[in-house]
Each structure stands twice: as C-alpha cells, then as structure tokens.
C-alpha cells in the first residue's frame, strides 16, 4: 500500500511539475514570411543539396602576381578601371560603370561561393530542423575561419585594387558585403553548433569589425558620402549583431538616422549621388536594398527604424515608395538606362520582401514574388548580397 502510495505521489508530482513549465515554442511566422517560404523553399531545399556536396574554396585557393598581400589576404581589382591605350604598360584608367572582365575576382567569387553555401544550409536548417545542414556548414567555416591553412586574414587591406595606383582602397570593403549571410546563417545555426568553434568564429568576426571601425580604410569608407557608407555600416551592423556588440549596435542605429538617411535621401526619397552615375537604375536599387538591410538589422522594440522619419519626412517607406514603380515597370525609369546590365535589373530585391513586411503593402509582396529569385550574372549576384531572405526574419 505504501508503494502505491508513493507511485501516486511521484505521478502527481510529475504532473504537476510538466504543468507548470512553460513550452518553449518557436514564435509565429509572419505572413510575409510564410509566403516568402513557400515561394522559395523548393529552391533552397536543392541549393541545399547542392551545398551538402561541396569542399571548402578559401582565399588559399588562387593568388594574383599583382597583389601586394600574402596568402591569406584577400585581394581584388577595382571594377571599373582599365589599361590606358595610351600607355597599356602604364597605371590603369577610371571607367566608371564599365567592368573589366580582365581583374582578378577569384577571391570575390570564392567568398560568393561561401556565402551561397552558409546561405542555403541555414535556410534549410531553418525549414527543417535537420542539423546534417549545420555540420556541413561548420567544415567551410572552420576553412574560413579557423584552419591556419586556409583561412582569411581579419582585415581588407588589399581590395579592389588598381594597377600602377593602389594595393588596395577602401572602396573595396564593399566586397565583404557577401560575409553578411555567412554571420546570419551561424546565428540561425548557432544553437546546434559546438561552442568551440562558434566562439573561434566570432572571434574573426569580432576582429574584422575592430578593422572595419579603427583602421584607414575603414574609416575612409565610413565616410564616403554614398552607397559604400551604406555598405560600410551594414556590415558592421551585421557582425555586431552575430557578436552580440550592442554599443556598436547603437552607434549604428545612430549613423542611420544622423548621417545616411538625412544625407543620402532626397525629400522625394530619391538617392541623388546613385541617380547621377553612369548606373543611376542598378545603384538606386542596391542602396536601397543596403538602407532596408539595415533597418531589418537593426530594429528593436525600442528603436524602430522602419517607423523612423527625419524633420524633413525621409524615411526608409519613402525610399521603398518612390523606387516602386521603377521595379514593377521599369519602362517608367525617367533618366537613361544603365550603361551595363540594364536588361538584367531588377530582380527579387530584398527591400520589396522586408518592406512589405513592415509595411504591408500587399502588392510589394505580389512583385517580389514574380521576379527573378535566382540571378545567374555575377555582376546582379555582386550586388546582391541577400538571397537567403528566410534567414533575415
């Protein structure tokens, strides 16, 4: 009878215990969420596939006599310069908007590569729980990050270069736009990962950004006055998060609304700097993707920027709402076309998906889904640093 007595009690304890625990339950999805994972998640689950089969491809992988860096530097050519037909053995001239398809980018392509495969594993650990996706994603980042072999130095002292004038420019900070879904992934990852390299990893991160915010280069291109200040800001925006710094966080938020919004947007929620390039429609569209990235980043309860608005009424919905119609019917574009790879923009532009998000204008959502999700110009993917939008939620 005792023993009975006990079981009882045990089961009556046990009971009473489960019913005052609280479930831990993921939280709801938006709409806009579910909808952007129905549209895309045939797409991911075979990118995932395809991610599960590849070895890691690092900045050890190719080398270019013209950098001045080492092995473990990364090094690209700046875009638009080329060999002067007057003197072709001389420094390379400023073309600007017309690529040279002569540069080196073999680095720019391998940290691309990298950043669709982080990109695609975490979205399908997302979607399915399945951790398969994790270990695979941990070999490319210990690759990356750890592996004294083949990992990349924390700095960028040698990007977009130009022959015969610079080893390296600030400008060319913007080519590590493409670590931004590599930081998102491990947060999305973070919890099935060992804590030894996860911590390793935002060791690197931790790094790059004292880099970013301390060193020449990266303060000249914090102060550049267009879209490589956005990209600039983004970035860092997105490490800290990884790295939890929220004093950088707050500086951010701050840039935001002192100095990117105020002095980039027009009243009419233009960016006049990108309408007077060579590429006025392709530049429009990625600073506006950078600025909508940096409100996704970094809104809290508290500080909301998607609801922000100078004294002047630039806000991040006009911006979204005067670009629009542009990218639901391009043939409305009122200055000259691009000079290059006007046929190829737009595409499934981030700031539609996390505008509607925000904002729910229901027809933004419509043209997001209609569009191209999967460009194959690697000039359209150079510029596009967010094609895993599950993840950013």
Known sequence: MKKLFAAILIAVTTLTQFAFTP?????????????????????????????????????????????????????????????DPKNPDGPYINRDGMTNPDNFVEHRKAMIRFSKIIGALASAYKITGDVKYVKQAVIHLKAWFIDPETLMNPSLWFAQAVKGQFTGRNYGIIDTIHLMEVAQGIIVMEKAMDAETTAAVKKWFTDYTNWLMTSKPGIQERDVKNNH???????????????????????????????????????????????????????????????????????????????????????????????????????????????????????????????????????WLTTWQKLDHNPQVEEVIRNLPIRHPLIWF
Not at 29 to 58: C, G, R, Y
Not at 62 to 71: D, L, M
């Open 23 to 83: 479930l831990q339950s993921k939280p709801d999805k938006s709409p806009v969420e579910k909808a952007a994972e129905q549209t895309l998640k045939k797409q991911i689950m075979t990118e995932a596939a395809w991610a599960m089969q590849l070895q890691p491809v690092t900045v050890t992988a190719s080398s270019s006599p013209r950098s001045a860096g080492g092995k473990h530097d990364f090094f690209s050519e700046a875009d638009y310069f080329w060999p």
């Open 229 to 363: 200040a956005t990209c600039w800001a983004m970035q860092v925006a997105s490490f800290a998060k990884l790295c939890k710094n929220e004093v950088v966080l707050d500086s951010i938020r701050v840039r935001y609304k002192t100095i990117l919004l105020p002095r980039q947007m027009g009243t009419d929620g233009s960016f006049p700097l990108e309408m007077a390039r060579t590429k006025p429609y392709g530049y429009s569209i990625f600073n506006l993707d950078a600025m909508t990235m940096l409100c996704q980043i970094l809104s809290s309860p508290q500080d909301n920027l998607w609801n922000f608005e100078t004294p002047d009424g630039k806000s991040i919905k006009k911006g979204i709402s005067y670009l629009y119609p542009f990218v639901a019917d391009k043939s409305k574009w009122t200055l000259k076309p691009d000079v290059m790879y006007w046929d190829n923009w737009p595409i499934a532009q981030p700031f539609l998906l996390f505008g509607v998000n925000a904002y729910h204008e229901k027809v």
